[in-house]
């Protein structure tokens, strides 16, 4: 994602017939502030070195980029923990500005450890096949509703439909053989990012069931 910080032009709000009324100027956003806007509202959040390797930057052009956001009511960022670094979000005006109709709030604590390691696979997939097209938990929920097992996230490869599932810790075995049957059925592949211990319960229940749909991977880490 090319990223070059300017100050954006302006647009002119409100009529220019009321006299003694002043008018409200807002800047309008260049393109690649729209593309950022749409990748965090499907996101929802990124921590600032990740936002680098989004952006294919240094992390201090990504620091000048999330408080560019939040100068101009695009975004908002802080930090939640000592051993992370800042976070960028959208703003409610980001999210309306990206066109995805999502809602607009700051990372949860504890839902961090899941987002990056989402993040990390979607910087992952999109360097292994960058044709592939994303699509975020947040659209998946929009498409098949709250009810139900959702994927992390899908990638359509060509005709095919791939369920991203990221593990952390190790769950129930019977709720995962049901959410894994459940995906299995309704996409193509089934693709597990997970850690050592949920790896381990994954590779054991594909070589009972047999199941070929499943993919099992590690959790990427920086390269």
């Not at 990390?120 to 709250?146: F, M, N, Y």
């Not at 592949?189 to 054991?204: D, G």
Request: aromatic share 8%.
């Amino acid at each position: 994602m090319a990223v070059e910080i300017e100050e954006p032009k302006s647009r002119v709000w409100g009529s220019s017939s009321s006299r003694g009324r002043r008018r409200r100027t807002l800047p309008v956003p260049e393109s690649w502030e729209l593309e950022l806007l749409r990748l965090l509202s499907e996101q929802q959040a990124i921590p600032f070195d990740q936002l680098a390797r989004f952006l294919d930057c240094e992390q201090e052009q990504a620091v000048r980029v999330a408080k560019h956001l939040t100068k101009f009511g695009y975004g908002d960022y802080g930090r939640f923990l000592t051993d992370e670094p800042h976070w960028v979000w959208p703003t409610w005006r980001g999210m309306r500005l990206s066109g995805m109709g999502f809602r607009a709030d700051p990372p949860r604590v504890g839902a961090m450890a899941r987002m990056r390691a989402v993040n990390e696979v979607r910087l992952h997939i999109s360097r292994r096949a960058p044709g592939a097209g994303w699509i975020c938990s947040r659209s998946v929920v929009r498409e098949q509703g709250v009810r139900g097992y959702r994927p992390n996230a899908v990638v359509e490869i060509g005709t095919e439909r791939h369920a991203l599932l990221v593990r952390l810790r190790v769950a129930d075995q019977q709720r995962t053989i049901s959410i894994l049957e459940t995906h299995m059925a309704r996409y193509d592949a089934v693709i597990a990012f997970a850690n050592p211990r949920p790896r381990a319960l994954l590779e054991r229940l594909k070589a009972e069931h047999h199941w070929p749909k499943l993919v099992i991977r590690p959790i990427p880490r920086p390269s």
